[in-house]
């Protein structure tokens, strides 16, 4: 049973427009929110993180929404670039989990000049 | 430039093989992990370890095991390879405290067992 979910296996938006990208999770200990960015033929990076404290977490054109009654979480780029496209992975973790980091499955995004 | 290496990119293994993949890291990261890569699943916890000599369980351990004899290097082994087993394997490390905002991944290894 996939703890982290991202339902949209892809998502093609226009550049300059927003791009929204959704990811659900079923644990309710998980505290700690991350997305990380992978290009092909490379290892996926850092992006942006969220402590469940917060609802809101805003890097440049990156913010990270989260919803903990309804246990979902948006990744917002605006506006986006052809250099967005890539496929984002939502993880979750908690305090408890000797750090480790539960993924979802990924959402390829792509960006049309 | 700080970096996780994955000695392969590719790998094409016959079933039944012992196959090693080999991380390295040049950041003196305590902690060290492997994941496998796989279309609609995401990324899999496989292993990680704290330190030397210490390993831990991740969520899909079977068929594999690890070796960590020094801090810098964390060894995937696969006893006996199987196809199912095909898949991209990523390793990656941090430091303990950055709570894996900080996970470093290598490129990955593209491992086909035929």
Redesign the interface.
Known sequence: DQQVKQNSPSLSVQEGRISILNCDYTNSMFDYFLWYKKYPAEGPTFLISISSIKDKNEDGRFTVFLNKSAKHLSLHIVPSQPGDSAVYFCAATSSGSARQLTFGSGTQLTVLP | DVK?TQSS?YLVKRTGEKVFLECVQDMDHE?MFW?RQDP??????IY?SYDVKMK?K?DIPEGYSVSREKKERFSLILESASTNQTSMY?C?S?F?KD??????????TQLSVL
Do not use: D, I, Q
Request: aromatic share 12%.
């Open positions: 996780v990119r902690n994941y609609g699943l995401g990324l899999r916890l990680f831990e991740g990523l990656a941090s303990p709570r894996n905002e900080k996970l470093l991944f290598g490129s990955g």
